[in-house]
Every structure is written in C-alpha cells, then in structure tokens.
C-alpha cells in the first residue's frame, strides 16, 4: 500500500470502489490511485446531473422554497440556495465554466457582488465574509480563477480582516447575540463596520481559508499562513463568537464542506503546505485515525445527511485525500 494508507487502520479503497457509486469511484481512480480517468465531462451526462439542472431557472438560479419574507427577499434567498446547488455540481460532478449551466450560475452569483467587493444579500445588507468567500471557492474551482471579481473579492477580504489576522463576522464583533440581534442588525440599511481590536472567529477563518486554498496564487499568501496558524490553534475548542461556538461542531461534518470543521480546516491546511509534523495536525489526523472502522470507512456525525446520496462515502474520500496530502 501508499504511504498515506498505511497511516490508516484499514486500507478504505477497496470498500470505496466496491460500492457501485460510479461519480464516486471516478474520483477514488483519479485522486486517490492516480489512474487515468475518461474526461470529466462524461460525469455532466449522468441522469443525477440532468435532475439538477432541469430546475435551474432563467436567470441561472435555483429557487429556495420555504423562505421567509422577513428574513430575507426571495431573490437573496434564491442566492443562498443557488451556492448549495453549486457545490453538489462542483464538488460531487466536476462541472465547470465550459458548462453552460455553471456560467449562467456565476452569471447570477456574480449579480450580488457591491462595488466594495463582497457578495451581500444572505444577511441581507450586512457584510458576510463567510459566504463571499464560500461562493468564490466554488467560483475558483469551477474555473473563475482568473475573473477580476475573484481578485476584486479578495481585495475585500484582505481589507476586513480583524487585528490578530483572522475574519469575523463584522456585525458580532459589535456584540450583537441571538437570533433576534441577527434579525435587527440585517434590517439596517448599511452593513455594521467591524472592531477589528475583536479576536477572530475561527468559523468565520475557516471558510475564507477555503477560497485562500482554492487558488493557485492566494494560498501562497503570508495572510494565508497566519491565518492558518490562528485555525489550528483553535482545534476542538469553543468559538469565540454564538454562531456555532460549541466546540462539538469541529466534528460535526458535511460535504460538499459549508461551515469549518475538521475536515474542510486540514483540506485547507493541506493545500497551504502545513505538514503531519505540526503537532495540531497530527493530533487532528489521529482523532480522525481512530474513529475508522472495521470496514475501512469513517463512522463520523454527519450534518446534511439526506440531501447528498451516500455522504458517509464521500466524506470518506474527504478523509482519504486529506491524508493523501499530508503522507505524500
């Protein structure tokens, strides 16, 4: 076996390719084996992938349903769930800009981008650095690597950063708690100015790291070491601010990645070239070590678990090409 199965307590691949998931195989054959794979192209024919797009609407959105008036316009949550339905196409298929539908995607994404550089309108007026910089990953690794709005959007980033080097979200750095102080600060006509003397959320780092990650040039950034560094330091323990504080969501996981966890934090880690040898990663890559089980699998918490066919597999592969990365 390769160096990074070894560090495992059970070789995963045979399980993995034995399942029958053929999206899923493609990707273990590709990342994992280093096979030659047919194009990715031959994944956008798949009826899963058909049944996608056909609920694509006009202007390349897919709509929301269950929203509230109150909380945000349909259109902004239109936004939130075209992000969703782009990840599974991304992550899951491999679409990209040569696809029609993904252009028309970014085409609708790229509508809520303010002259600032943010993408603004899932809390409504105010600032989320979280989800702008969720979008351009997706953008990133579907081809955008290049569009002057990913740069104009990293310029945004950059500029909001707090004091210590991390993000927050700039409304909780004000002290505004709850549910019911995010409702009243979203009905404000201007986006709330961060207290960059505030400590970082690691919640909030963790997702701008994930664009930082994804692109060939920024990942090589100082900002980006730094703001690894302030990650990991945070490992399995409570956020500094109410969304999500509790120290149990770090092993709490979904894919394709939404929030920071262990998973998508050593996925970005990996890829800004922090190694097995610090010691947060390694203990980080011995808890997910111990909890594999007799099949070769991963028995983790999962969130999201209904709305992606056999998540248990693809976090899996997550784990198996972390370790892949870090055992080269």
């Not at 007026?125 to 290049?146: D, F, H, S, V, W």
């Not at 750095?173 to 006509?189: D, F, N, Q, W, Y």
């Not at 262990?262 to 111990?290: R, Y």
């Amino acid at each position: 076996m390769e160096g990074w199965r070894e560090k495992l307590r059970l070789d995963p691949l045979p399980l993995l390719l034995s399942y029958g998931n053929k999206v899923l195989v493609y990707f273990v054959r590709r990342d994992l084996l280093e096979e030659k794979v047919d194009p990715i192209e031959t994944l956008w024919q798949l009826p899963s992938v058909e049944k996608i797009l056909k609920n694509q609407q006009e202007d390349g959105s897919w709509k929301y349903h269950g929203g509230k008036s109150y909380i945000r316009s349909q259109k902004n949550y239109n936004q939130l769930e075209t992000y969703r339905i782009l990840g599974q196409l991304v992550e899951l298929y491999g679409l990209n800009r040569k696809h029609p539908a993904i252009r028309k995607a970014a085409d609708f994404l790229f509508e809520f981008q303010t002259e600032e550089g943010d993408f603004r309108g899932i809390y409504q007026n105010q600032y989320t650095p979280n989800y702008t910089a969720a979008i351009m990953e997706l953008l990133i690794k579907a081809g955008y690597e290049e569009n002057s709005c990913i740069e104009k959007g990293f310029t945004w980033l950059l500029s909001i950063r707090q004091n210590d080097g991390g993000w927050a979200i700039p409304f909780r750095t004000i002290g505004s708690k709850g549910s019911g102080a995010l409702l009243e600060v979203m009905k404000k006509p201007e986006p709330v100015k961060p207290d960059k003397s505030k400590p970082f959320s690691h919640c909030i780092t963790g997702v701008v790291l994930r664009a930082l990650a994804a692109h060939q040039d920024y990942r090589k950034l100082e900002e980006a070491r730094v703001a690894g560094e302030l990650l990991k330091s945070r490992f399995f323990q409570p956020d500094k601010y109410p969304d999500r504080r509790a120290a149990d969501f770090w092993t709490k996981f979904t894919f394709p990645f939404w929030f920071t966890d262990l998973l998508s934090a050593l996925d970005s880690l990996s890829l800004l070239g922090f190694t097995k040898d610090d010691p947060q990663i390694e203990k980080a890559l011995k808890w997910l070590s111990d909890r594999q089980q007799e099949n070769g699998l991963w028995k983790l918490t999962l969130l999201k678990a209904k709305s992606i066919e056999d998540l248990p597999l693809w976090i899996s592969l997550a784990v198996c090409r972390i370790f892949k990365r870090f055992y080269k």
